[in-house]
């Protein structure tokens, strides 16, 4: 299936395209950046999540599981986007039935005090989950939420375009993210000769991923990944001017 996709969006030109996180804010795999969506943009999606992917606590009987995850992100200003995330979990029933039957819900957002200018780079910060806490709930539920800073900076020659992103983010110590706790960045690269598509690779603290994703028809947008190089995750959402 991940190579249907990474064929189609080598294939396909059209309009440059920017990557979505699986939360729905604009980054790369895992790792966010302070690249932003144009004004105005509204975005809604759907991800599957590899268990690879997802933190070390999203756990069934004891044993981590695949899922997916949907959005709905926008981009009332340049300088700040806003997502709504709804994460599917498994979980027993009344009746002893193990299935999707439970939702983690969390708001995301990134602001970016600092638009990349020649010489410098574009910084922005951000958070998933920030409202929530440890105390809240009975046991370590806290699953997606982290903060960061990260700035991004795009070199481009004869048309190829190469991104340089680097980024700091704080788990807390408590959780079983923290392992992705710390500085994290990736590197991105356009080629002149087919602008709506892009090539990741990016260490996130733990692990390297690399991923391409494209945009086709002005609308769909479409990321495949490999997780360590083995270990498929990805998805697609439209995209619409608002604005």
Not at 40 to 67: M, Q, S, W
Request: glycine share 10%; net charge positive; aromatic share 14%.
């Amino acid at each position: 299936m991940y190579r249907i996709v990474i064929g189609l969006c080598l294939l396909m030109l059209g309009k440059t395209a920017g990557a979505q996180e699986y939360s729905g804010i604009t980054g790369m795999v895992h790792v966010p950046t302070a690249e932003m969506a144009p004004e105005g943009e509204a975005r809604i999606g759907v991800f599957f999540l590899n268990r690879e992917f997802t933190p070390d606590n999203l756990k069934c009987e004891g044993a981590k599981y695949h899922t997916a995850d949907y959005f709905l992100a926008i981009t009332p200003f340049p300088w700040i986007e806003l997502s709504y995330t709804c994460t599917l979990m498994k979980g027993i029933s009344n009746a002893g039935e193990v299935g999707y039957n439970m939702k983690d819900r969390y708001f995301s957002v990134k602001v970016r005090p600092l638009k990349e200018g020649k010489w410098w780079p574009a910084v922005a910060i951000g958070t998933q989950d920030p409202g929530r806490t440890i105390e809240s709930y009975e046991g370590n539920l806290t699953y997606f939420q982290n903060y960061y800073v990260t700035a991004s900076k795009h070199f481009v020659k004869h048309g190829h375009e190469l991104g340089v992103h680097l980024a700091y983010r704080y788990f807390r110590d408590t959780t079983p993210n923290r392992k992705w706790k710390g500085v994290a960045g990736g590197i991105t690269y356009r080629p002149a000769f087919a602008r709506n598509w892009r090539a990741i690779a990016e260490y996130t603290g733990n692990e390297v991923n690399m991923a391409v994703d494209c945009k086709l028809w002005k609308y769909l947008f479409l990321q495949a990944s490999l997780l360590n190089g083995k270990y498929f995750s990805g998805g697609m959402c439209f995209k619409i001017q608002l604005m």
